[in-house]
């Protein structure tokens, strides 16, 4: 079972980032989007029990079909702070993985990837530390600006940082339909990631992964919620 020690404090997870950040892959074009089995993962807290419940769910990612799907629920073992909340969801997201029979291609995180305030967002760290290639589609483009996208499915606009370097991009996978905020996590191209993005959201803004991922872990949360 692969598995992370959870930090000590803020200071040890700055660390662990700074240290994992090096291991990222940015030079592979990654698994052909449309291709293969595709996983998508998802967290929900019950924050009053301190708990949280992950999903992973395998898709087909020719026909979109679920091809498997696991959860897990654990305790948060690691506070609230912006740029870490990959400490508090890594553990219950690798323990669903975990419990998966199928190797999936690729992983799609609801999150980030490089378009993270410290470079190293929840792909990155899921990528680096399973060696799976990851990506982040996320709902809203954190700190970072960019110029709006095209109003067609397909038009895309790049998240820029500080210094003007693209770390991600800004993608419209429906007309006239807010973007979503794609970044690279480990071993895909950006490319790559933005192909794989539209793949997945043939009818929704959300990739079909996220979608599915989301409502499995709500419902397993809602589960363990109604035997305490």
């Not at 979109?64 to 609230?80: C, D, N, Q, R, S």
């Not at 291609?105 to 680096?128: I, M």
Request: overall charge negative; hydrophobic content about 45%; proline content about 6%.
């Amino acid at each position: 079972m692969t598995s992370v020690k959870t930090p000590a404090d803020e200071a040890e997870a700055r660390a662990v980032q700074d240290e994992l950040r090096t291991r990222v892959v940015l030079d592979e074009s990654g698994p052909v989007a449309g291709r293969g089995l595709v996983a998508g993962v998802d967290v929900a807290y019950d924050d009053e029990r301190d708990l949280v419940a992950a999903a992973a769910v395998v898709l087909d990612a020719g026909t979109l079909e679920v091809v498997e799907e696991a959860t897990a629920v654990g305790h948060v073992t690691f506070p609230y702070v912006p740029g870490l909340l990959a400490f508090r969801e890594l553990p219950t997201v690798l323990a669903a993985l975990d419990a998966l029979t199928a190797v999936p291609d690729l992983v799609v995180c609801d999150g980030y990837g490089l378009a993270h305030p410290r470079g190293f967002g929840l792909a990155c760290h899921l990528g680096v530390v399973t060696g799976l290639p990851t990506v982040g589609v996320a709902k809203n483009p954190f700190t970072f600006t960019y110029d709006e996208p095209g109003a067609r499915r397909g038009d895309h606009a790049s998240l820029r940082a500080a210094d003007g370097s693209e770390v991600g991009r800004a993608l419209r996978t429906q007309d006239g339909i807010k973007p979503v905020f794609v970044s690279v996590g480990h071993r895909v191209s950006l490319d790559t990631a933005c192909a794989h993005a539209l793949a997945l959201s043939p009818r929704y803004r959300i990739p079909e992964t996220t979608r599915r991922a989301d409502s499995l872990c709500r419902r397993e949360l809602a589960r363990v919620a109604g035997e305490g």
